[in-house]
Structure formats: structure tokens, C-alpha cells
Nanobody, 124 residues
């Protein structure tokens, strides 16, 4: 069955870095676009970054441009999110998601599969 398993979350001080990973199985990873979203308590799930199936084109929320980098390794069926200069307001559960059309949409409604999420906590 389809699985997306996130890892790499944790507690970090403001200004610090974390690298999230999302390992995929149960579908043809190289055909899917992949995205990262986050959801803070009491807030809606929001787009963070996405990468198309080839890995060539990437998209970022304005709030993370220049600090976060999304990448993918199709051979390892894994997508990554390198997060630098983290801020306390970025404390959230981070989710990876897969888009069957192979693109990198910013709307969560266009994603077909979701992981369970990994908690990222940024202390002041």
C-alpha cells in the first residue's frame, strides 16, 4: 500500500537548521510531484515547498524562500526539506504529500497521498 513516512523533525533553537526526509513506497515515486506542507496548532495546513517529478522545477512559499530547500532522490524514493534559519513561528507538524499529475501545486487539495507528519518545534 501507499506509504509516505516523514522523519527528521525535532526541537531546535531559533536560527538553527533541520533536514526533513520523506520516504515513499507503494507507488511510482518518480512519476509524482512531491510537496511539503505544515500545520501549526489552530491553523490551516499551509504550503511550504514542492518539486516536480523530474526535480528540475521547485516552488516555495514566500515566507521560506532563501531559507528552505526542497530536493528529491528518485532512486531512493525520498524527498527532503532542508530548513535553515528557523523561526519560532515555524513550529508545526510538517507533512509530505504526493501529486499524481507530477507537478508541484500549492493547494493541498491537489495532492493524492499524505504522510502522518513530523513535529518541528523551534524554541526562542
Amino acid at each position: 500500500q501507499v506509504q509516505l513516512v516523514e522523519s527528521g523533525g525535532g526541537l531546535v533553537q531559533a536560527g538553527g537548521s533541520l533536514r526533513l526526509s520523506c520516504a515513499a513506497s507503494g507507488f511510482t515515486f518518480s512519476s509524482y510531484g512531491m510537496g511539503w506542507f505544515r500545520q501549526a496548532p489552530g491553523k490551516e495546513r499551509e504550503f511550504v515547498a514542492a518539486v516536480v517529478r523530474s526535480g528540475v522545477t521547485k516552488y516555495y512559499a514566500d515566507s521560506v524562500k532563501g531559507r528552505f530547500t526542497i530536493s528529491r532522490d528518485n532512486a531512493k524514493k525520498t524527498v527532503y526539506l532542508q530548513m535553515n534559519s528557523l523561526k519560532p513561528e515555524e513550529t508545526a507538524v510538517y507533512y509530505c504529500a504526493a501529486n499524481a499529475a507530477g507537478g508541484g501545486p500549492t493547494s493541498r487539495r491537489e495532492y493524492d497521498y499524505w504522510g502522518q507528519g513530523t513535529q518541528v518545534t523551534v524554541s526562542p
